[in-house]
């Protein structure tokens, strides 16, 4: 029976296995330094298949480079061996909600994410560290070869601490910031589908780079926009002669085919039908051209009411003419020529990139949490609820959508989405991931009693969803405003799962079971999804059958059964169900025959099912 590999995808890997698809001559097998057998990239055979596009050595050439990239790319890409372990107690309907909140470090979130929500998500909003001097920055010192760094990323203790001050004294070195951001934006891409847009809140002391990282990352042409949003009234000194009053928002989509949607038009009244067209209300406009440079084409003409005008026109002689008789021309009392705009096919207004009243300000995202927890300066900046509403109707939503945001801070973004579901009906779901980040002492979030970011995070959502339930809402939303709540862990296999060769024969006496102490049947089955890329927001049910614990995903989509003692007549009753997935303690059987005998039964029963064991 075939084992969960119970860590991360490799990723390096994977983009192995990508080139062979394309040149099957240039993967090789090779030993790594743990002895283990892996693909390998014949670089010298790679060369010779593009022998007329490789640049080597010195040669000028147009990239984006820092001193810790490399350790970057080796850092996104290695495989990690934790999990998700769910906390009921501190989640809102824990078994019925799409949404998901997850404390830990974002890094590690997106990579056990990737496999379940692979190209699946439509919208990414992040607010990520600034690099001010007042901030943090992320310290992924861990990458090394795959062998060592699963090995480290099991010992808890050496993991370290995942924040480092990014301080005026520092210098805010953007090399630091780069490699925190890089890694996470390659994880990112990953997820979306390809109709997906990410946003980026960012300012002026790392947009720069931001922007060259994401033509990178994403490619130069998926870049939409350079959003301007005026964040505050007042402004704030920059030590530089100027008032700063904005922010920048970076929009890239997936794909260069992607397309964002046009915003609703606000004020409607200039639209009407004086001549009862068909095609319904119409706003007229001009058909003559002023730029300078236009074609001689454009040039010509037009017989109006008041006699001949020759000026240079929007469209082409053949394009007026085809205008004027299908009806979407009309002249001016003085004879000068417009065309009919239909609010029907015109659909909306396109997003404009300076942002303003219409988007909110940082100091009504602070009134809005003041007013949901009773308190003020709970968080610093918060983003407004606006803002995010209207990147998420940029976005283009449609029914299910995910939205993500992997530095979800004070929860703008769910409450954002919940907000959405409710004027929309479109029952959108996040998944936001928070950092469990301490809130200095004697502030005024410590001091209201949140010693967490998270603390703040889950009480904020809570409070919003509860003050949406309470207003209008829109029949079609199905309500949701509850969330599973996961913490990032070490994996729940112990460490003989992962290095047998550095384990001694006492320790295989001790660790018979590959599970470690104190995980529950919970935890376990939360591995296995995040290790199957199974949604981790499927409904789930919890039976006993037989007397053993059984849980049931989505119905037949995973069944599970972690408990010692399995029989064979638990096999054939749960092979009876026909489970898409069927998954049991490696160690769980009543004997070795019913253990042997587990593939057979399924073969016979259920033989599209995929058994599994940990």
């Known amino acids: ?105 974002n890094l590690e979130a997106l990579k056990v994410l990737q496999q379940a929500y692979l190209g699946r998500v439509k919208l990414i909003y992040i607010d990520p560290p600034y690099n001010t001097g007042n901030d943090f920055v992320y310290d992924d010192d861990f990458a090394e070869s795959t062998a060592s760094f699963l090995t480290k990323s099991n010992q808890l203790d050496e993991v370290g601490n995942r924040l480092v001050a990014s301080t005026q004294s520092s210098g805010r070195f953007h090399s630091d910031w780069l490699s925190m951001i890089y890694p996470r934006l390659k994880l990112a891409r990953n997820l979306l589908c390809d109709d997906g847009a990410i946003f980026i809140s960012i300012d002026d002391n790392e947009v720069h780079n931001l922007r060259k990282v994401c033509d990178e990352v994403f490619g130069a042409d998926c870049f939409r926009a350079n959003i301007v949003w005026r964040r505050t009234v007042s402004g704030a000194v920059s030590g530089q002669g100027f008032s700063v009053s904005h922010d920048h928002i970076l929009c890239y989509t997936k794909t260069s085919e ?55 026109w929007a469209v082409s002689k053949a394009k007026f003419e085809e205008l004027l008789a299908d009806n979407r021309i009309v002249f001016s009392s003085s004879g000068t020529p417009y065309y009919k705009q239909f609010l029907e096919e015109y659909g909306g207004r396109l997003p404009e990139t300076i942002w303003s009243s219409d988007a909110g300000t940082n100091q009504e995202g602070s009134k809005e949490l003041s007013a949901l927890l009773g308190e003020k300066n709970i968080f610093t900046n918060p983003k407004p609820t606006k803002l995010i509403e209207k990147i998420i109707k940029i976005a283009g939503q449609e029914e299910n959508s995910i939205v993500v945001d992997f530095f979800i801070g004070s929860g703008s973004t769910a409450h954002a989405v919940m907000q959405e579901n409710a004027k929309s009906g479109l029952n959108l779901k996040y998944i936001g991931v928070q950092l469990n980040e301490e809130t200095p002492a004697e502030s005024a979030a410590r001091t209201a009693g949140y010693r967490h970011i998270p ?152 033989p599209s099912t995929e058994v599994k064991a940990i």
């Not at 495989?79 to 470090?105: C, M, Y």
């Not at 059987?589 to 005998?597: G, Q, T």
């Open 1 to 105: 029976m075939d084992k969960l590999k119970m860590h991360s995808p490799d990723l390096t890997q994977d983009n192995i296995a990508k080139i062979r698809e394309l040149f099957p001559g240039c993967v090789t097998e090779a030993a790594s330094p743990d002895g283990a057998v892996k693909l390998a990239v014949n670089f010298d055979q790679l060369r010779q298949e593009l022998s007329d596009s490789i640049v080597e050595g010195p040669q000028e050439r147009y990239h984006l480079n820092w001193p810790g990239k490399h350790q970057a790319l080796l850092t996104g890409n290695a495989p990690i061996a934790k999990t998700l372990r769910p906390v009921p107690e501190q989640s809102i309907n824990f078994l019925g909600t799409k949404n998901l909140l997850i404390e830990g470090d």
């Open 258 to 312: 992607a397309t964002l949607s046009k915003l609703e038009i606000d004020d409607i009244s200039g639209y009407k039908n004086p001549d009862a067209d068909p095609r319904g209300p119409y706003k007229t406009q001009k058909l003559e051209r002023t730029l300078e440079g236009a074609r001689p084409t454009m040039t010509f003409a037009i017989n109006t009411p008041a006699g001949p005008i020759t000026k240079t």
């Open 455 to 606: 603390d703040i995070t889950r009480d904020r959502i809570r409070l919003a969803g509860e003050k949406i339930l309470s207003g209008d809402c829109n029949p079609d939303w199905n309500k949701d405003i509850g969330f599973r709540f996961l913490k990032i862990d070490t994996s729940n296999m112990a460490d003989v799962y992962y290095t047998p060769d550095a384990t001694n024969q006492g320790d295989l006496l001790a660790q018979v079971d590959s599970i470690k102490q104190g995980r529950t049947a919970e935890d376990l089955l939360f591995q296995v999804l995040v290790d199957w890329g199974v949604d981790l927001t499927l409904p789930i049910r919890r039976e006993t059958v037989q007397g053993k614990t059984v849980f049931f995903v989505d119905e037949n989509a995973l069944v599970a059964c972690f408990d010692t003692g399995v029989t064979e007549e638990l096999v054939k009753e749960l092979a009876g169900h026909e489970p898409v997935r069927v998954v049991f303690r490696d160690t769980g059987f009543v004997s070795d025959a019913v253990k042997i005998n587990v593939e057979q039964i399924f073969r016979q029963l259920s």
